[in-house]
């Protein structure tokens, strides 16, 4: 078909005019970003709750941190990647700290072990909390696939991005703490 | 979904790994149908090596140049692998400039090199629906309809699907093999464009993640709708602009 120029034209206002009437009517449509009610290890989700121990016995809940900006980093002992980020992860936590930022590195205990774990946060100097995941409960929620794997929840608790593999280079955690602590009220 | 193929010891991202995929299937094809545009198959791969590499240059400079504080204060972060720090606009205009310059050093005219692209453009827009079904991105809305896929939490359209075979029928439709008769020099990309805008304006609507601009409109069917229309404002001038029968024959 070899429409003539008239009717090329025709057919294209057509088209966009039908386009526009679409785009009016799915604005209706649910589905369009809206405040996120459900829990999912994904970005624009609630990020899963839970409540683990450090290895000194203290308790600390995701619920409880409403109101800081929180990086959550998921890793092992014997994960290559996982050590190489560390180092960044504790510099930007001594710089960021002090403006709220909470970071939970949580280890897969269940394919790790809590003395390899110490020993691991003993050698790098990390000052902030290490969380065991002893039965795994907390890998099964955020659909643990791969580590490390890094969660940066907003100060609503919503997941802003996932970072699934590592190393994470140290500019991409400060930019993203810093639009997490540029959006706490 | 699944976000990490596991092979042994590796764990690789689905995503990446399709994208990968993609730009060679889409090298391949395109350079199937790159005679027809008048460009040889070493002119094709070094005019798409050079806008992939400049785009992940500047990608990566633009981001630097917006977080310098961050970036000065890790400058190894300049040579990272992590997608995260790449500026998708800079990464754009670069990618653009540099084949631009690569087009004028090789006296390429550029409808015939959009044309040649085309493919390769057709077969990224396949792969890119399927690795956000392997991620788990761009997801669909709630639905109770039989189709619907179980995602974060939800019974979901399974949008990926929708765009990914649309995308997949409209290369089959418009490439079906390398010796199909030639279009007007910009038409093939041009109804690309056109046909891949039409199908994101139409699936964007059963999106569960889509951002909105004023009056609640969906903000990609907006820039759909802004691409449909110059694809069709180009397609009318090269009709236009097409020669007279007389005119051949002279």
């Known amino acids: 078909m070899n429409p003539s120029p008239k009717s090329w034209n025709f057919y294209s206002a057509g088209i966009l005019l039908a386009g526009a009437l679409w785009i009016a009517v799915s604005a209706r449509l649910p589905g369009a970003l809206a405040a996120p009610t459900l829990p999912a290890p994904q970005a624009g989700f609630l990020a899963p709750e839970f409540t683990l121990q450090t290895p000194e016995g203290e308790t600390i809940a995701l619920a409880d941190l409403r109101g800081h900006p929180v990086l959550l980093n998921l890793w092992a002992s014997w994960c290559g990647p996982c050590r190489a980020e560390m180092p960044a992860m504790q510099r930007v936590y001594e710089d960021y700290r002090d403006l709220g930022l909470v970071i939970l590195a949580v280890n897969a205990t269940d394919q790790d072990s809590a003395a390899a774990a110490v020993a691991f946060a003993n050698d790098l100097g990390l000052t902030f909390p290490i969380l065991l995941d002893l039965d795994g409960a907390v890998g099964r929620q955020y659909a643990l696939r791969a580590l490390p794997s890094s969660y940066f929840i907003d100060a609503n608790g919503v997941i802003q991005e996932v970072v699934i593999g590592g190393p994470m280079a140290e500019a991409l955690l400060r930019t993203r703490i810093e639009n997490l602590l540029g959006q706490v009220p | ?26 090298l391949t094809l395109a350079e199937k149908h790159a005679p027809r545009h008048g460009l040889n198959t070493d002119t094709l791969y070094n005019f798409v090596f050079v806008m992939l590499i400049s785009g992940l240059v500047t990608g990566r400079l633009g981001y630097a140049a917006r977080h310098l504080d961050a970036f000065l204060a890790s400058p190894a972060s300049l040579v990272s692998l992590n997608r995260g720090v790449l500026d998708p606009v800079a990464a754009l205009g670069g990618g653009l400039i540099a084949g631009w310059i690569f087009g004028q050093r090789k006296s390429l005219s550029l409808l015939p090199a959009l044309d040649a692209l085309a493919p390769l453009l057709g077969v990224l827009l396949v792969t890119s629906a399927l690795a956000n ?6 997801y669909g809305a709630e639905t109770t309809l039989p189709w619907a896929i179980p995602l974060w939490g939800a019974a979901r359209h399974p949008v990926q699907l929708y765009e990914a075979t649309a995308a997949g029928l409209i290369l089959g439709y418009l490439f079906p093999h390398p010796r199909m008769p030639n279009r007007l020099p910009g038409m093939d990309f041009l109804l690309l464009i056109a046909w891949s805008a039409g199908a994101r304006l139409f699936f964007e609507a059963f999106r569960g993640d889509s951002l909105t601009t004023l009056g609640g409109l969906r903000t990609a069917q907006v820039a759909a709708w802004l691409a449909l229309a110059a694809a069709l404002w180009g397609i009318t001038r090269l009709r236009r602009a097409k020669p007279e029968p007389q005119k051949i024959l002279q």
């Open chain 2, 133 to 138: 079904l392997a991620s788990g991105d761009a």
């Open chain 2, 1 to 26: 979904m699944l976000p990490i193929l596991n092979i042994g010891p590796f764990a690789i991202p689905t995503a990446e790994l399709l994208l990968l995929a993609g730009l060679w299937f889409g």
